[in-house]
């Protein structure tokens, strides 16, 4: 099981970026996908979180983000993807992407806020959002 996350680089505030996280050794399905992102001193944080299964409550994004950053995934080739537009500074950390691989009912926020049930991880890709 693999999970390769890459898209991440030197942008300029306002500017935007695509991150992918390529999966291989198991298929998404149904199951809870995530991005986490940790800044230089800070602790993990969530980002996104989209649990497919509900149709309520599905997509959790963090306040900082919201209305600029997009989650998805598409489960024929087996990626999931964070669009971020309109980047601040603030934004820049090593952002992770992260798969819970079970179907249940639970909210994206409820996941968001548990990292630790994440049962794949990648390597981490560097967002640095700088003029």
């Known amino acids: 099981v693999q999970l390769q996350a890459s898209g991440g680089g030197l942008v300029q505030p306002g500017g935007s970026l695509r991150l992918s996280c390529a999966v291989s050794?198991?298929?998404?399905?149904?199951?809870?996908i995530g991005w986490f992102r940790q800044a230089p001193g800070k602790e993990r944080e969530g980002v996104s979180c989209f649990n497919s299964a509900v149709a309520v409550g599905s997509t959790y994004y963090e306040d900082s983000v919201k209305d600029r950053f997009t989650i998805s995934k598409d489960n024929a080739k087996n990626m999931l993807y964070l669009q971020m537009n309109s980047l601040k500074p603030e934004d820049t950390a090593i952002y992770y992407c992260?798969?819970?691989?079970?179907?249940?009912?639970?909210?994206?926020?409820?996941?968001?806020?548990?990292?630790?049930?994440?049962?794949?991880w990648g390597k981490g890709t560097l967002v640095t959002v700088s003029s």
């Open positions: 992260a798969v819970y691989a079970r179907r249940t009912q639970d909210s994206g926020f409820f996941y968001c806020l548990r990292p630790y049930m994440f049962d794949y």
């Open positions: 050794g198991f298929t998404l399905d149904d199951y809870t």
